[in-house]
């Protein structure tokens, strides 16, 4: 089954960029979408179809995708913006796939 | 305001069943496909099911397949998830989510409803 990898965590410093990668077996063949959740909340879409951020979020956000990996990048990282961020992709054996999770910590 | 509100969770002994239910409200329900994801307690999340607009196309995760059953009423704007031979591992949040078009593979979550609870146990 097709399977997609994140690091565990990654640790920033208020107003520097967060990035965020996503690995997968030919991951820049399908498309890869974010979502940020917050303690107690429910998965909000911060990026989908790679680089495509939906109406209501910062451009802070942003993604990019190339050869096997996907990657979410936050520019000027704000402490609201700490949370855990799934990478999502489709495949058609496979179904629906999440990765890992990576939780940001703003420090 | 688009707003997914599920109901029907609870505890449930291992073989047991369960259905949920998703109310939708805010957007054309019949116009898109819906899915349901789960989170088990400190976890990730774990596709379970999609449908499309009109219930002609259904894909479950291999984990639910032949256990658990998608369905949707649009006239109701509803969306269920009929869960049946339920075990421990199936402990989860289960959410109900829009999928961004009428078909319910290639596609992305937006949004999700708040989830309900399932807990299997003995």
């Known amino acids: 089954s097709y399977e997609v990898t994140q690091p565990p965590s990654v640790s920033v410093s208020p107003g520097q960029t967060a990035s965020i990668t996503c690995s997968g077996d030919k991951l820049g063949d399908k498309y890869a979408c974010w979502y940020q959740q917050k303690p107690g909340q429910s998965p909000v879409l911060v990026i989908y179809q790679d680089t495509k951020r939906p109406s209501g979020i910062p451009e802070r956000f942003s993604g990019s995708s190339s050869g096997n990996t996907a990657t979410l990048t936050i520019s000027g990282t704000q402490a609201m913006d700490e949370a855990d961020y799934y990478c999502q992709a489709w495949d058609s054996s496979t179904g629906y796939v999440f990765g890992t999770g990576t939780k940001v910590t703003v420090l | 305001e688009v707003q997914l509100v599920e109901s029907g969770g609870g505890v449930v002994r291992p073989g047991g069943s369960l259905r949920l239910s998703c109310a939708a409200s805010?957007?054309?329900?019949?116009?898109?496909?819906m899915s349901w994801v789960r989170q088990a307690p400190g976890k990730g999340l774990e596709w379970v099911s999609g449908i499309s607009w009109n219930g002609d196309s259904i894909g479950y995760a291999d984990s639910v397949k032949g256990r658990f059953t998608i369905s949707r009423d649009n006239a109701k704007k509803s969306l269920y998830l009929q869960m049946n031979s339920l075990r421990v591992e199936d402990t989860a949040l289960y959410h109900c989510?829009?999928?961004?078009?009428?078909?319910?593979?290639?596609?992305?979550?937006?949004?999700w409803g708040q989830g309900t609870l399932v807990t299997v146990s003995s």
């Open positions: 989510a829009r999928l961004l078009s009428s078909s319910w593979f290639e596609n992305w979550f937006d949004p």
């Open positions: 805010g957007f054309i329900f019949g116009d898109f496909a």
